[in-house]
């Protein structure tokens, strides 16, 4: 078939269009390219890629050593050579600017072995953290790698936590408080890597309020920097301000138990709120990847929600303990509980027992659902399904404590909750 030069034409403008197009979006870039982790533990890294054009990213990896990823474009993981992959339960990652992901890189304690492994071995003293991203318009995939550099977790690496563990004069159980009366001492036990200042508050959560939905639990500096302040607030009970010396543990107290409201009876929670703070190891440079003009401070970065405090104000019913100490605290009997809501089911575990399992039937008396709670926890949320589960939105539920055999050495009485719809 004969083609016109002006058809000719038409093909050339449009592969120069296409060209430059492709020249001006470039690859997928990410910033920092690389970061001092703990050779010992985990860490936890704020990153940000830009450059996306039409693509999602996929699964990440740590490894060992990079290889080509003909024919798709950059270094993918050497198959024979990988410690890990990002685990779905540490996965913040998130849309974020113009073109631009923002990934939390959580390092678990078990690829920064494997790493130090492979360097006794006489491997280099580094590893790749890599993310691929999918073209959704059928171009090639992408992998973008980002080096780690294995420096002991002192005052070079990132200032981040990696396990913080809230309790009332060490027991994270939930608490029952007589109303007027000062719950016992609280400590945060935090675990962390580098170096820096722990900035924060500590909110208080009233009965009848909303609890939070996880990302609200996000430290701050898991967040991209638009979505920063934008966080569910609840009423300050005091502030946190704390230097941090590169040690790896601190056991920092709570607020003063005097400012804590026990004014009116029901549940409450105690939040710690961690905010972001200049960490030069930590920050990500917008800027470098195309996706701002602004430096990300993220001192204070963790990959997973900030663990909750719960303490319940009121006056025992002499009915609510049975034989082997389980205390019921809420929700009580007349408790009703709307739509889209969390039933959280909470007690006192006083006795001995080894496990609590904690039973859920209709009202006819079907097993609807059943749990194993370590002690120490004293609370469980009920799954979704289990109101789709009793036709008359009613449920009984009691806990029932459990010894080394598994044997029942008591339990606590039955208590009911209705599901309300429409509210």
Same mark, same amino acid.
């Given at each position: 078939m004969r083609i016109t030069q002006h058809r000719?034409?038409? +093909?050339? %403008? #449009?592969?120069?269009? +296409?060209? %430059? #197009?492709?020249a001006a979006a470039g690859p997928v870039r990410v910033n920092p390219t690389g970061v001092n982790v703990s050779t010992v533990g985990a860490t936890t890294v704020f990153l940000t890629f830009g450059g996306l054009t039409n693509q999602r990213p996929a699964e990440a990896f740590w490894c060992g050593g990079l290889i080509s990823a003909a024919p798709a474009v950059g270094q993918r993981c050497d198959p024979a050579r990988i410690f890990g992959q990002l685990p779905v339960r540490f996965d913040q990652s998130t849309a974020s600017g113009s073109s631009a992901f923002t990934d939390i890189m959580s390092i678990p304690a078990s690829v920064a072995r494997r790493a130090f492994e492979d360097a006794r071995s006489g491997a280099t003293s580094s590893f790749f953290y890599v993310r691929r991203f999918v073209s959704l318009s059928g171009g090639p995939d992408e992998f973008v790698a980002v080096t780690c550099r294995m420096a002991g977790g002192g005052a070079r690496v990132p200032f981040s936590l990696t396990d913080v563990q809230l309790s009332f004069e060490g027991k994270p159980t939930v608490q029952f408080v007589q109303p007027g009366a000062s719950p016992p001492a609280i400590t945060a036990e935090l675990t962390y890597t580098g170096s820096g200042r722990l900035r924060g508050r500590w909110e208080v959560i009233r009965p009848g309020q909303p609890m939070p939905e996880e990302r609200d639990l996000l430290s701050e500096a898991a967040l991209p920097i638009e979505e920063r302040g934008s966080q569910q607030r609840y009423a300050e009970v005091q502030r946190v301000d704390v230097f941090l010396p590169p040690t790896?543990?601190?056991?920092?107290?709570?607020?003063?138990?005097?400012r804590i409201p026990t004014d009116l009876e029901g549940q409450y929670a105690l939040l710690l709120r961690i905010e972001a703070t200049d960490d030069k190891a930590a920050d990500s440079d917008l800027s470098a990847v195309g996706a701002g003009a602004t430096v990300v401070h993220s001192g204070g970065v963790a990959g997973f929600p900030m663990p909750v405090l719960r303490y319940v104000v009121g006056s025992t019913p002499a009915a609510a303990v049975h034989a082997g100490g389980v205390t019921l605290l809420t929700p009580d009997q007349t408790s009703t509980v709307p739509a889209g809501g969390h039933l959280d089911l909470t007690w006192r575990d006083d006795s001995a027992a080894v496990l609590y399992r904690v039973e859920m039937q209709s009202s006819t008396g079907e097993l609807v659902g059943a749990a194993l709670v370590q002690p120490g926890t004293g609370v469980y949320r009920v799954p979704p399904f289990i109101r789709d589960k009793v036709a008359d939105k009613r449920i009984r539920w009691r806990v029932v404590a459990l010894d080394l055999q598994g044997r029942a050495i008591g339990a606590s009485v039955w208590r009911t909750v209705t599901f309300v719809e429409g509210l």
């Amino acid at each position: 078939m004969r083609i016109t030069q002006h058809r000719v034409i038409a +093909l050339s %403008a #449009a592969a120069v269009v +296409l060209a %430059a #197009a492709t020249a001006a979006a470039g690859p997928v870039r990410v910033n920092p390219t690389g970061v001092n982790v703990s050779t010992v533990g985990a860490t936890t890294v704020f990153l940000t890629f830009g450059g996306l054009t039409n693509q999602r990213p996929a699964e990440a990896f740590w490894c060992g050593g990079l290889i080509s990823a003909a024919p798709a474009v950059g270094q993918r993981c050497d198959p024979a050579r990988i410690f890990g992959q990002l685990p779905v339960r540490f996965d913040q990652s998130t849309a974020s600017g113009s073109s631009a992901f923002t990934d939390i890189m959580s390092i678990p304690a078990s690829v920064a072995r494997r790493a130090f492994e492979d360097a006794r071995s006489g491997a280099t003293s580094s590893f790749f953290y890599v993310r691929r991203f999918v073209s959704l318009s059928g171009g090639p995939d992408e992998f973008v790698a980002v080096t780690c550099r294995m420096a002991g977790g002192g005052a070079r690496v990132p200032f981040s936590l990696t396990d913080v563990q809230l309790s009332f004069e060490g027991k994270p159980t939930v608490q029952f408080v007589q109303p007027g009366a000062s719950p016992p001492a609280i400590t945060a036990e935090l675990t962390y890597t580098g170096s820096g200042r722990l900035r924060g508050r500590w909110e208080v959560i009233r009965p009848g309020q909303p609890m939070p939905e996880e990302r609200d639990l996000l430290s701050e500096a898991a967040l991209p920097i638009e979505e920063r302040g934008s966080q569910q607030r609840y009423a300050e009970v005091q502030r946190v301000d704390v230097f941090l010396p590169p040690t790896g543990k601190a056991v920092i107290a709570g607020p003063d138990v005097h400012r804590i409201p026990t004014d009116l009876e029901g549940q409450y929670a105690l939040l710690l709120r961690i905010e972001a703070t200049d960490d030069k190891a930590a920050d990500s440079d917008l800027s470098a990847v195309g996706a701002g003009a602004t430096v990300v401070h993220s001192g204070g970065v963790a990959g997973f929600p900030m663990p909750v405090l719960r303490y319940v104000v009121g006056s025992t019913p002499a009915a609510a303990v049975h034989a082997g100490g389980v205390t019921l605290l809420t929700p009580d009997q007349t408790s009703t509980v709307p739509a889209g809501g969390h039933l959280d089911l909470t007690w006192r575990d006083d006795s001995a027992a080894v496990l609590y399992r904690v039973e859920m039937q209709s009202s006819t008396g079907e097993l609807v659902g059943a749990a194993l709670v370590q002690p120490g926890t004293g609370v469980y949320r009920v799954p979704p399904f289990i109101r789709d589960k009793v036709a008359d939105k009613r449920i009984r539920w009691r806990v029932v404590a459990l010894d080394l055999q598994g044997r029942a050495i008591g339990a606590s009485v039955w208590r009911t909750v209705t599901f309300v719809e429409g509210l």
